[in-house]
């Protein structure tokens, strides 16, 4: 594993530096691109930032943007410092997102820009065998051999042999675990539709294995599923109950009146079964009650609370001595401005002596306590979003980039009919970019219940759409930001470990060109009292 680049102190100098940049531009982290015109957002840019970018063409905005490794810049004018400045502290302050083997970010379409086990079949890992590859597409392959290994690599650091795999969804993760690296697993997955399916997908893996006649694992080591919603306000015991369960569900809870998710019981498509729990639980051998079984924790793509509810378990809980934590959806986490997760209708709500540390950001004291340490949803949500995918369509010149004008116009015919329907989610319009505008926004209102036959002002619509190019613009300088309050939500988890006690690594391990989420942090507790001294990391 790579070692740590930054100490104790170093995190929370880049946290309080970090907390101050983000202040000095909340106009453009809080912003919503669809609002470019009704808000008048262009003319909201300092006016030396509108004349220095107005011209510029969509490679010279990735080039002197956003591509950080970009080294042979020629500025087509000369620009103002304050831009510099903004532009130079926005890469200096993220974690660098290249993997170990680096390629070139927002290449054209092409070898250069995809892992190099892709370079023969697009869709097929050359380093999975097919037995693995069945069902999952090729972002995963990718994903769970890189953090396969990596889990591996913490057991044999550790000296367990058991792992859970939390958030587990169709198990792809799990049967590599499992099946391809010889661990014992038990899979946890709130959604039974999934835990069908990946309980189905464990049997064709067997029979495949049976009729190669390469079956090499006992039936005991194949995984073990349980169906459970993992609770972010419960305790570590009670997530220990779910492991030692049973795991048995009703049928009749199973259906799409009960999904609206991946976080929470509302947004599940099955409840667990309350169970009666006793130390003498006796699952898969010897189940989890005793020191001799002490488990690795992992999750990939964890969405929203339940990264951080992981954490706080592996912290707590004394039988897991390590954690490999991918996250995702940082819009989803909760806060204690906003406590409810987004379209939630249904929350356990939160006690008024509660430590505020149950919630999602921020994890850490340190954190906590800064001035400006507060992200809005919008500034989450624009986390998430994939810079290097963004960098590519630009050196592409992709017609994809005429979606956020599109937007951006409709927006202003919704509010001209209707203002009040402000922001209002309009689910993806398929191959929007290669409709004309009058199309696109036909099917839009359509998706709003709106009249079909509103007379577009079509001067007014061409105006609009000249302004592309300033759109593009505006959204790739707040997307500078997503890579900088990514870094802040991990630097608050790693410093909230340490703070526990327990030092942390923040490993770039898939290709960002890949898989934009890309971080994984990882973290051994210490040597337990009486306990054997783990071999130093590699």
């Known amino acids: 594993m790579l070692p740590s680049t ?54 010279q905005i990735a080039d002197l943007l956003l591509d950080s490794g970009h080294e042979d810049r020629r500025y087509p004018s000369v620009w103002p410092l304050s831009l510099l400045a903004y532009r130079a502290t926005a890469h200096a302050l993220a974690f660098c997102r290249n993997s170990r083997r680096r390629h070139r970010v927002g290449a054209s379409s092409g070898s250069s820009s995809i892992p190099e086990e892709f370079h023969e079949n ?108 993992v609770n972010p306000r419960g305790t570590w015991m009670d997530f220990m109950k779910q492991l030692n369960s049973t795991g048995t569900r009703r049928k009749s809870q199973c259906g799409p009146e009960h999904h609206m998710g991946c976080c929470h019981p509302a947004q599940t498509r099955c409840s667990p079964v309350v169970q009666e729990w006793t130390p003498q639980t006796n699952i898969c051998a010897e189940g989890f009650n005793s020191r001799d079984h002490d488990f690795i924790l992992t999750g990939l793509h964890a969405c929203g ?30 806060t204690e401005e906003n406590p409810v997760p987004p379209g939630v209708v249904e929350a356990p709500a939160p006690t008024l002596d509660s430590d ?21 949803y919008k500034a989450r949500e624009g986390a998430c979003h994939a810079l290097e995918d963004y960098v590519s369509r630009l050196k592409d010149q992709s017609e994809l980039l005429r979606i956020h004008c599109y937007r951006a116009i409709l927006e202003t015919v919704i509010r001209d009919t209707r203002p009040e329907l402000r922001r209002a989610g309009i689910q993806t319009i398929k191959k929007a970019h290669k409709l004309d505008f009058t199309e696109y926004a036909r099917l839009g209102l359509a998706r709003l219940g709106l009249p079909l036959d509103l007379d577009l002002d079509q001067n007014r619509v061409c105006g609009l759409l000249q302004q592309q190019r300033k759109v593009v613009v505006f959204f790739s300088l707040t997307l500078l930001l997503a890579p900088v309050v990514e870094t ?38 210490p040597r337990p009292p009486g306990g054997h001294t783990l071999p130093s990391s590699q």
């Not at 102190?9 to 919503?32: G, P, V």
């Open 6 to 59: 930054l100490t104790s102190d170093e995190q929370r100098n880049l946290a309080t530096n970090i907390c101050l940049f983000l202040s000095h531009y909340t106009h453009l982290l809080d912003s919503y691109i669809i609002e470019f015109f009704t808000e008048e957002l262009w003319l909201k840019l300092p006016y030396s930032w509108q004349v220095a970018l107005q011209d510029l063409s969509y490679p």
């Open 488 to 525: 802040l939500v991990l630097l608050d988890r790693m410093v909230y470990l340490q703070e526990n006690g327990v030092n942390s690594q923040l490993v770039a391990l898939f290709d960002p060109n890949f898989s934009p989420r890309n971080f994984v942090l990882v973290a051994v507790k």
């Open 305 to 334: 609370d339940l990264s951080a509810t992981l954490l706080r378990h592996f912290v707590n809980c004394p039988h897991v001595r390590g954690i490999t934590s991918v996250a995702c959806c940082y819009m989803k986490i909760t």
């Open 122 to 229: 697009l869709s097929q890992s050359s380093l999975l065998v097919h037995i693995f590859r069945k069902h999952v597409k090729a972002k995963k392959q990718h994903e769970i051999h890189k953090l396969g290994h990596l889990v591996k690599e913490l057991c044999e650091e550790t000296g367990c042999s058991r792992v859970v795999d939390v958030g587990s969804g169709q198990g792809h993760l799990t049967r590599f675990l499992s099946f391809g690296l010889g661990l014992s697993v038990t899979a946890v997955e709130a959604d039974c539709t999934l835990v069908d399916m990946a309980t189905r997908f464990d049997g064709q893996l067997l029979w495949a294995l049976e009729k190669e006649k390469r079956r090499k694992v006992r039936q005991e080591s194949a995984p073990r599923h349980v169906t459970a919603w």
């Open 356 to 376: 505020p540390s149950v919630f999602g950001y921020p994890m850490s004291s340190w954190v906590r306590s800064l001035t400006g340490h507060r992200l809005s």
